[in-house]
Nanobody
Framework: QLQLVESGGGLVQPGGSLRLSCAAS????????IGWFRQAPGKEREGVSC????????YYANSVKGRFTISRDNARNTVYLQMNKVKPEDTAVYYC??????????????????WGQGTQVTVSS
């Protein structure tokens, strides 16, 4: 059974960078689309970025385009989210999740099969 574990969260100053990792165990990741989601206090969960199983297709929310980059290393069974030029509004718990119904279903509709436990990202000076 696939399990996902996020890491890399923490406190970062506005304009800084952070890299989140989503490590898989139980099954190999190369058959699954993987997405990053976030949920801030009092707000609904939103899809931030998703990547296709082969790494050839990507989705980014408008709020992070040009600042965040998603990538995957199937040999390491890990997906990354590089966060650059972070803003206070990026503060949230970030989750990774796996899906098998396409990037639109995963990122826009949150139709995920497995979720990680989340990692907190706080952007503050």
């Amino acid at each position: 059974q696939l399990q996902l574990v996020e890491s890399g969260g923490g406190l970062v100053q506005p304009g800084g960078s952070l890299r989140l990792s989503c490590a898989a165990s139980g099954l190999t990741l190369d058959s699954y689309d993987i997405g990053w989601f976030r949920q801030a206090p009092g707000k609904e969960r939103e899809g931030v970025s998703c990547i296709g199983s082969s790494g050839g297709s990507h989705y980014y929310a408008n709020s992070v385009k040009g600042r965040f980059t998603i990538s995957r290393d199937n040999a390491r069974n890990t997906v990354y989210l590089q966060m650059n030029k972070v803003k206070p509004e990026d503060t949230a718990v970030y989750y990774c999740a796996s899906g098998s119904h396409g990037l639109f279903s995963l990122c826009e509709l949150s139709q995920a099969d497995v979720w990680g436990q989340g990692t907190q990202v706080t952007v503050s000076s």
